[in-house]
């Protein structure tokens, strides 16, 4: 029934339109004969209905149902609409003249007629859905008091399409543009005026009385961004911005739903484009697993995997809160893919065996790894077990079980380590480099820099921090961080696993540092505070482990160019089988026994680049540990 009910709802306008526009080509067709025909000396009588108009009817008709003139909405008409009608117009004269050609050899037909047909038909069908369309957009102007006025800083493209999102939603009362192109001075846009500059935002904001101010400049980079929204803070007026492309069509937001400007926006790169086409060849209808999965980096590289194709994906987690929760969040979004949830560590043996036989992975994603740099200094013997020796049991079993590619997700601070984590890390890198057999897995290792937003980053702590009042916390004024999405972080790792190398380490051009310093600043002014002013900015120095700025590059590895213009992909060098294998059974038994120090004199021979950072001999029952010089070397 209520099927029916619909079909009678939606089909009854349906019909209208239908009926009005064989009335126009009723109107058409007759007079332009009417006027041809009116000209002569003696003007022909014309019979209203007849073969020759319902031949006509018919045609144009049936031309007007196929081309899709009746799909569309007469309240969003525009001028693809427009270009619609007169493809229709022009096939419909085709069609009308084959018909009557075969019917009467086309007597009594005016040439002059249908050359103007098309032209004619193409206003006479437009000008009603324009007039409709523009009758709406007036309705919707009456607005209550209560609707928000809005001055918009932009008068482009997205400019104009939000004027008339915001017009449907009746919360929100454009009232102007601002804009920097002299060209647009004074102009009318959508029918509200270009008021002025950007700069102008703090005196015609007084004097247009608005509520909000929106951003809709899409196309600006990060400097030209901050200072947009300096102007904006200095106005005391509330700013927002318009979604970006990306949450639009993940659904993640609607074009009227207006955000809030973040951190991101305001990052000194440009977001990196994949190669959907080459990541869906690889990953369509493929099996993969992820362990970590409940992780920041985990969780989103399922939700990427489930996105671009993946028949089945296998979580591998140890914590029961978070394997459900990203389990639950999938089955939701993506309901149609299989999924196999495994609650325990990956670094079990048992574990992964069972994981691999259940889920027959053809690709393996190791995102499970602690990644804390102050922490790890002083818990080294989990360092080790967690990001070394787990990769080992990972590695071996994928390979084993005839995985066909092995992903590890790896960090800048591998190179030319410093601290416990980019030293285990490197090790990771270097004992999939040791599994590697041309005839069995593709061991592939993915680097990159800070994730913004992710567990435990700094983009979280300062927003605690300034949420409370302050102070924020950073370490030094030079300290620069390399930064990117977690979104293009696991678009990232799925670029490089598509690429195809046997065996390479993966880098992102990441474009230039970002200095600590001027994200927490930035971050303060977006809380609506003054840095130094509503909150302190507290210099507390380095902390063991840690480097004034990072580096993405090793010197002795070759980079060079692959199909995807911001990744380069790096030779790696060469490591001894035998001798990795010997390091990890020393890490193994000094892991087993607990003894610290057996684990950093290892862990130092095992990574010829380790250069720890000075620190102060431990006190008595502290956990940090004090590394021994270097004494041999794994490098062939």
Same mark, same amino acid.
């Given at each position: 029934m209520s099927t029916w009910k619909e079909r009678f709802k939606y089909?009854?306008?349906?019909l209208a339109v239908i009926l009005h526009d064989l009335v126009m080509v009723w109107v058409c067709w007759q007079g332009l004969h009417y006027i041809r025909y009116a000209l002569q000396p003696q003007p022909l009588p014309l019979e209203p209905f007849s073969s020759t108009v319902l031949i006509v009817l018919v045609a144009q008709g049936l031309v007007s149902w196929q081309v899709g003139l009746y799909r569309g909405l007469w309240r969003f008409a525009s001028v693809p609409d427009l270009l619609n009608i007169f493809k229709a117009s022009l096939?419909?004269?085709?069609?009308?003249?084959?018909g009557l050609f075969f019917y009467s050899r086309l007597d009594l037909v005016s040439r002059a007629a249908l050359l103007l047909y098309p032209f004619v038909l193409t206003l006479l069908l437009g000008a009603p859905r324009l007039i409709f369309r523009a009758w709406k957009d007036q309705r919707l102007l009456r607005l209550d008091d209560s609707a928000e006025r809005v001055l918009i800083l932009g008068a482009g493209q997205a400019g104009e399409a939000l004027v008339r999102d915001l017009r449907r939603t009746g919360r929100y009362q454009p009232v102007g543009f601002l804009d920097d192109a002299v060209a647009l001075r004074g102009t009318r846009l959508q029918g509200l005026p270009v008021l002025g500059k950007i700069d102008d935002v703090s005196r015609i904001a007084r004097e247009t009385a608005v509520q909000l101010l929106v951003i809709a400049m899409?196309?600006?980079?990060?400097?030209?961004?901050?200072?947009?929204?300096?102007?904006?803070?200095?106005?005391?007026?509330?700013?927002?911005?318009?979604?970006?492309?990306?949450?639009?069509?993940?659904?993640?937001?609607?074009?009227?739903?207006?955000?809030?400007?973040?951190?991101?926006?305001?990052?000194?790169?440009?977001?990196?484009?994949?190669?959907?086409?080459?990541?869906?060849?690889?990953?369509?209808g493929r099996s993969v697993l992820v362990t970590g999965a409940g992780?920041?980096?985990?969780?989103?590289?399922?939700?990427?995997?489930a996105r671009h194709g993946a028949r089945r994906i296998a979580l591998l987690e140890m914590d029961e809160l978070a394997l459900l929760t990203v389990e639950a969040n999938l089955r939701r979004d993506f309901p149609d893919i299989e999924y196999v949830s495994v609650l325990g560590d990956c670094g079990d043996p048992a574990v992964m065996r069972h994981a691999l036989g259940l889920a027959e992975p053809d690709a393996v994603f190791h995102?499970?790894?602690?990644?804390?740099?102050?922490?790890?200094q002083r818990q080294l013997r989990e360092a080790v077990r967690n990001n070394v020796l787990t990769t080992d049991v990972v590695a071996r079993t994928s390979r084993d079980a005839g995985v066909g590619t092995f992903v590890l997700i790896s960090t800048d601070k591998a190179v030319d380590p410093v601290n416990v984590l980019g030293a285990t890390k490197r090790?990771?890198?270097? #004992?999939?480099? *040791?599994?590697?057999?041309?005839?069995?897995? &593709?061991?592939?290792?993915? %680097?990159? =820099?800070? !994730? #913004?937003?992710? *567990?435990?980053?700094?983009?979280?702590?300062? &927003?605690?921090?300034?949420? %409370?009042? =302050?102070? !924020?916390?950073?370490?030094?004024?030079?300290?620069?961080?390399?930064?990117?999405?977690?979104?293009?972080?696991?678009?990232l790792i799925l670029q490089a696993s598509a690429i195809g190398a046997q065996q390479a380490v993966y880098t992102l051009d990441m474009g230039e540092p970002v200095s600590i310093r001027m994200l927490a600043e930035q971050m303060i002014r977006l809380a609506g505070k003054q840095?130094?002013?509503?909150?302190?900015?507290?210099?507390?120095?380095?902390?063991?482990?840690?480097?004034?700025h990072e580096t993405l590059f090793h010197v002795d590895e070759r980079y060079s160019a692959t199909s995807h213009p911001k990744i380069l992909q790096a030779m790696p060098r060469g490591v001894s089988s035998e001798r990795i294998e010997l390091a990890v059974k020393a890490l193994r038994e000094a892991s087993d026994a607990y003894d610290l120090e057996r684990l950093a004199a290892a862990l130092r021979d095992a990574v010829p680049e380790f250069n720890p950072a000075s620190e102060d001999e431990p006190a008595r029952n502290a956990t940090v540990v004090a590394f021994p010089a270097r004494r041999s070397r794994l490098n062939s």
């Open positions: 089909g009854l306008p349906r096939i419909g004269l085709l069609a009308v003249v084959v899409p196309s600006l980079d990060a400097t030209a961004v901050r200072r947009v929204v300096g102007i904006c803070e200095d106005s005391g007026v509330p700013f927002r911005t318009v979604p970006r492309l990306a949450d639009l069509l993940e659904g993640r937001s609607m074009p009227w739903q207006l955000k809030e400007v973040v951190i991101e926006d305001l990052l000194g790169r440009q977001p990196v484009s994949p190669d959907w086409k080459a990541i869906r060849g690889w990953l369509g992780g920041s980096i985990g969780s989103e590289l399922c939700r990427q995997c995102a499970a790894a602690y990644k804390q740099v102050p922490l790890l090790l990771a890198e270097m #004992l999939c480099q *040791a599994q590697v057999d041309h005839r069995s897995t &593709r061991f592939v290792t993915v %680097r990159f =820099g800070n !994730v #913004l937003d992710s *567990a435990g980053s700094v983009v979280p702590l300062f &927003r605690e921090q300034i949420s %409370r009042g =302050g102070p !924020v916390t950073v370490t030094d004024p030079e300290v620069t961080r390399y930064f990117m999405t977690i979104p293009e972080a696991c678009q840095p130094g002013r509503d909150v302190a900015i507290e210099y507390i120095g380095l902390r063991v482990g840690e480097k004034l």
